[in-house]
């Protein structure tokens, strides 16, 4: 699973068009439904921290894990700033460890799509069932096939500001249901030139139905697939879907 690096530094930047504020609204209230309106939870995949910090404003305590070096020290600049107690774990997902178990586990922006292998999936899975509380709710988005394949397939983003530009190309491997992008980043320097990096990325669109499965192999129960960040049910436009589940009860 690539981490991001350089791109850390305007990660947040080119990211701005998405409603991290509406999605932390729609996550508490998922998680308000299933009776969570405060205590432990954690967010995989929690890049520079900006969900990480939203859910704490809304009164959790919040652990953020990602395996990006750069992206965490982006959170703990943010963390500084608003001077939230967060715990910021640098490990990878499928292999993350905690001292306890947690109310809720929470994953946004398709950070689970760059689990590109179904078993390495499958025990991200298992590990969320592990570490939540009895009856503890899960809660992640994906991105569809429909998405990679009909929406971003073959396309190239560019976006140049003041503070960097970008080059996002993208292609999308049907037969592997994989989709790459190759991202070339333009960070301006002091003496005036621009310093040119480059990334790949990869990540693996998982049929709904797979997704479904998987959560109950690792021993949860699926309650509820939305269209993201709304209150529709899945559907064959979805580009990103919500999934809600719930661990069964340990002491069952």
Partial sequence: MEAYSKFAQVYDLFMDNIDYEGWAEYVTARLKEYGIADGLVLELGCGTGTMTGLLADRGYDMIGVDNSEEMLAEAMEKRVESGQDILYLLQDMQEFELYGTVRAVVSVCDSLNYITEREDLLQVFRLVNNYLDPEGIFLFDMNTIHKYRDLMGDTTI?????????????????????????????????????????????QKAYPQEEIESLIKEAGMDLLAVYDAYTMEPAAEDSERLFFVAREKGKNK
Avoid: Q, T
Avoid at 171 to 197: H, I, M, Q, T, W
């Fill in 158 to 202: 560019a976006e140049n500001r003041e503070e960097g530009s970008f080059i996002w190309d993208n292609s999308f491997d049907e037969e592997e249901s994989l989709n790459y992008y190759e991202l070339a980043v333009f960070l301006p320097r002091e003496d005036g030139l621009y310093e040119k990096c480059e990334e790949v990325h990869c």
